[in-house]
């Protein structure tokens, strides 16, 4: 896959990946700290062989630490990382897990991972 997406939150983050034309939801990963969560997306990007990671910002009180956490990323990854415009993509990931019908354990399960698979798909739309 060319591209890891990630939704970033101070606990977890939702991962998803993709080509250049489609994008699709990975996984949702717990962490405790930087240093855990930085051994999980550098075996992401091994096992996947991704060349940029798209990360979705928003626009509340949460962006600022997402900048934090991408300047940490770029100063231990050699990878492109972009940051890519996040507004609503939570939103937009439960309205389609509804559509798309799954049940609403599993919704809340992979709320992340869709997510990321949206912002990485506007991202890739975009483009």
Known sequence: MDYLAI???ESKVGFALGN?????????FYYQ????LLKKINSIIEEERTKKIII?????TTAEK???FAKNLKQNLDQEIILSDET???QDAKAFAID????RKKRKQMEDAFAAAIILQNYLDNL
């Open 100 to 103: 798309a019908g799954i049940k």
């Open 56 to 60: 979705g910002l928003s626009e509340n």
């Open 7 to 9: 939704d970033y939150g």
């Open 66 to 68: 997402t900048k934090d």
């Open 33 to 36: 700290n930087f240093d855990h």
């Open 20 to 28: 250049d034309k489609m994008a699709m939801p990975l996984e949702v």
């Open 88 to 90: 609503l993509s939570t």
